[in-house]
């Protein structure tokens, strides 16, 4: 979030905030796999451009939920990963996609019918 003094004393608004993004949120299913590099997160998220890839990976990292890596190399290399906070929203993805591929049965039985 931009600002720590943001976050409400509503518990959905505060993950919502976090997280609530169309890009945070393929981010984060992304990272749920595994580390990644960041043309790995580009190539992966369909639509995404290289600057607000970079914005969104910036403020995951400032809220804590994603952490990064640089490698002393030429040309030098990142990695971002999921920090122990940013694990513990794994469950929150998980049910978010089991009701999703639920969500798709049910369109595709009615559109049979």
């Known amino acids: 979030m931009d600002d720590k003094k943001?976050?409400?004393?509503?518990?959905?608004?505060?993950?919502?905030?976090?997280?609530?993004?169309?890009?945070?949120?393929?981010?984060?299913?992304?990272l749920l796999t595994g580390t990644?590099?960041?043309?790995e997160l580009r190539n992966g998220i369909t639509g995404i451009s290289q600057k607000v890839l970079t914005q969104n990976l910036r403020s995951m990292e400032e809220d804590g939920i994603i952490e990064r890596k640089i490698?002393?190399?030429?040309?030098?290399?990142?990695?971002?990963?999921?920090?122990?906070?940013?694990?513990?929203l794994r469950p929150i993805m998980n049910v978010m996609?089991?009701?999703?591929?639920?969500?798709?049965?049910?369109?595709?039985?009615?559109?049979?019918?």
């Open 6 to 30: 943001d976050l409400t004393l509503c518990p959905v608004a505060t993950t919502v905030g976090l997280i609530g993004n169309k890009w945070k949120l393929l981010i984060l299913r992304e």
């Open 36 to 39: 990644k590099r960041f043309g």
């Open 71 to 88: 490698y002393a190399e030429v040309p030098p290399r990142v990695e971002y990963y999921l920090s122990d906070l940013g694990n513990t």
């Open 97 to 113: 996609e089991e009701w999703g591929l639920d969500y798709l049965d049910r369109v595709s039985d009615d559109s049979k019918k």
